[in-house]
């Protein structure tokens, strides 16, 4: 069955840097486009950032971009998100999903992505 796991939660001041791992099993990681969304208490969850499946191409929410950057490596079936700049704002268990390869070009819906991470926590202090 397919295993999402996400690593590299944590506790942060503000202005310092995370980075988020996330390791896929059971399937073939390198057909699959991988994102992360977000969801801070009473709010839904978010769209964060996605990469394609050959890492060729990335998109960000806009209130992330120049600070939050995707990368993977297909060769360790994992997904990295390095945050930094950290704001209070960006508290939330971040959550790492995979979209199937034929969902079409729309990388910001959760309802395209067929299998999810149980979710880690970031905190940050102002």
């Known amino acids: 069955q397919v295993q999402l796991v996400e690593s590299g939660g944590g506790l942060v001041q503000a202005g310092g840097s995370l980075r988020l791992s996330c390791a896929a099993s059971?399937?073939?990681?390198?057909?699959?486009?991988m994102g992360w969304f977000r969801q801070a208490p009473g709010k839904e969850r978010e769209f964060v950032a996605a990469?394609?499946?050959?890492?060729?191409?990335?998109y960000y929410q806009d209130s992330v971009k120049g600070r939050f950057t995707i990368s993977r490596d297909n060769t360790k079936n994992t997904v990295y998100l390095q945050m930094n700049s950290l704001k209070p704002e960006d508290a939330a268990v971040y959550y790492c999903?995979?979209?199937?390869?034929?969902?079409?070009?729309?990388?910001?819906?959760?309802?395209?992505?067929?299998?999810w991470g149980q979710g880690t926590q970031v905190t940050v202090s102002s």
């Open positions: 999903a995979a979209r199937s390869p034929y969902s079409g070009s729309n990388y910001y819906s959760r309802v395209k992505y067929n299998y």
């Open positions: 059971g399937l073939t990681f390198s057909s699959y486009a």
């Open positions: 990469i394609t499946s050959s890492g060729g191409n990335t």
